[in-house]
């Protein structure tokens, strides 16, 4: 079998070979890199996190790499704090996706935020993390109040988990219910969405991914 995906997690496995964990626009996939702890051997960029590789495997359950090629290294990311946390995050939220999903979709979205984490690494975060919310199963209500279901909405409640009416309304501003909408449901190039104060956002983005995901994310 032939395919391409991102590495996102490797692990040890017996003394000098690894378990590698990509994500692809199939879904997921397990391979087996023999020797590759081995010096001479050069399959080291097949074993290394966030590279994009192609690659050929056994058509067994628990498929050996064949041979790789590298198709993008994430190194540049290195040099950047906020875009190396930024791609950490990415990492950790793939390993969540569950093998049920329109992966295609999915590939494609992550190699996009990947690309514009260079160009606005909050910003491409936390795009990111508000549309991934779906795949998740998690659907921030954005239209009608959580609480009366009126319309007439201008606040938003990261507890509730939506939008809330002017009744109901809580101190936090309007500002965040109209990003949260935009990044939810709007779609176009990152420089188009609107700015915001990136690291509030990311905080409350995260404070939601804590309460209602299974995926617990540190600011
Ligand atoms: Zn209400």
């Given at each position: 079998?032939?395919?391409?995906?991102?590495?996102?997690?490797?692990?040890?496995?017996?003394?000098?070979?690894?378990?590698?964990?990509?994500?692809?626009?199939?879904?997921?996939?397990?391979?087996?890199?023999?020797?590759?702890?081995?010096?001479k051997n050069q399959s080291f960029l097949f074993?290394?996190?966030?590279?994009?590789?192609?690659?050929?495997?056994t058509?067994?359950?628990?498929?050996?790499?064949?041979?790789?090629?590298?198709?993008?290294?994430?190194y540049d990311l290195t040099k950047d704090i906020s875009m190396l946390k930024?791609?950490?995050?990415?990492?950790?939220?793939?390993?969540?996706?569950?093998?049920?999903?329109?992966?295609?979709?999915?590939?494609?979205?992550?190699?996009k935020t990947?690309?514009?984490?260079?160009?606005?690494?909050?910003?491409?975060?936390?795009?990111?993390?508000?549309?991934?919310?779906y795949n998740f199963g998690v659907n921030p209500n954005l239209k009608t109040c959580v609480l009366c279901e009126s319309n007439l909405i201008t606040s938003f409640s990261i507890p509730l988990g939506g939008a809330l009416c002017d009744i109901h309304k809580n101190e936090e501003n309007n500002?965040?219910?109209?990003?949260?909408q935009e990044y939810y449901y709007e779609k176009k190039d990152i420089n188009l969405y609107s700015d915001y104060d990136f690291d509030l956002l990311l905080n409350n983005i995260i404070e939601y991914y804590n309460i209602h995901t299974n995926i617990k994310l540190k600011v």
């Open positions: 079998m032939k395919a391409e995906g991102i590495v996102y997690k490797v692990i040890p496995y017996k003394e000098t070979s690894s378990i590698v964990y990509l994500y692809t626009k199939f879904g997921h996939i397990s391979v087996k890199s023999i020797g590759s702890k081995n010096k074993d290394n996190v966030g590279n994009i590789v192609s690659f050929l495997i058509d067994s359950e628990f498929p050996t790499l064949i041979e790789y090629n590298l198709i993008k290294d994430q930024a791609f950490g995050i990415i990492i950790k939220i793939i390993s969540y996706i569950s093998n049920d999903l329109s992966h295609n979709r999915i590939y494609s979205f992550i190699l990947l690309d514009d984490i260079r160009i606005n690494p909050k910003k491409a975060l936390s795009i990111f993390l508000i549309k991934m919310l500002d965040l219910l109209k990003i949260w």
